[in-house]
Nanobody, 121 residues
Framework: QVQLVESGGGLVQPGGSLRLSCAAS????????MNWYRQAPGKQRELVAG???????NYADSVKGRFTISRDNAKKTVYLQMHSLKPEDTAVYYC???????????????WGQGTQVTVSS
């Protein structure tokens, strides 16, 4: 089994910064894509940023230039550094990872429990 544990959410004022972390543990042979999604009340879950094992990244247009995704492959951890936060960034942020548990297995899709980010004065 694979577990993803997020940390780093909280309350921040507009213009502030937060750093989210997500560590993968359990039965892991390799980790390919690691992503951050978010879901605001009444809205669909959306992809915020993603990074693959080679380091290539992609971002939602709404966060480009403000958020940076990175990963530490040795620690099986993905980070999301968020700057210039806006009230519209308020959401539950979810970590997602594509993990292969055995050399011969397919990649499974795993989710963390979510961490709340609230941007408010």
């Amino acid at each position: 089994q694979v577990q993803l544990v997020e940390s780093g959410g909280g309350l921040v004022q507009p213009g502030g910064s937060l750093r989210l972390s997500c560590a993968a543990s359990g039965s892991i042979f390799s980790v390919n894509a690691m992503n951050w999604y978010r879901q605001a009340p009444g809205k669909q879950r959306e992809l915020v940023a993603g990074i693959i094992s080679s380091g290539s990244t992609n971002y939602a247009d709404s966060v480009k230039g403000r958020f940076t995704i990175s990963r530490d492959n040795a620690k099986k951890t993905v980070y999301l550094q968020m700057h210039s936060l806006k009230p519209e960034d308020t959401a539950v942020y979810y970590c997602n990872a594509h993990v292969k548990s055995r050399p011969w297995s397919d990649y499974g899709n795993y989710w963390g429990q979510g961490t709340q980010v609230t941007v408010s004065s």
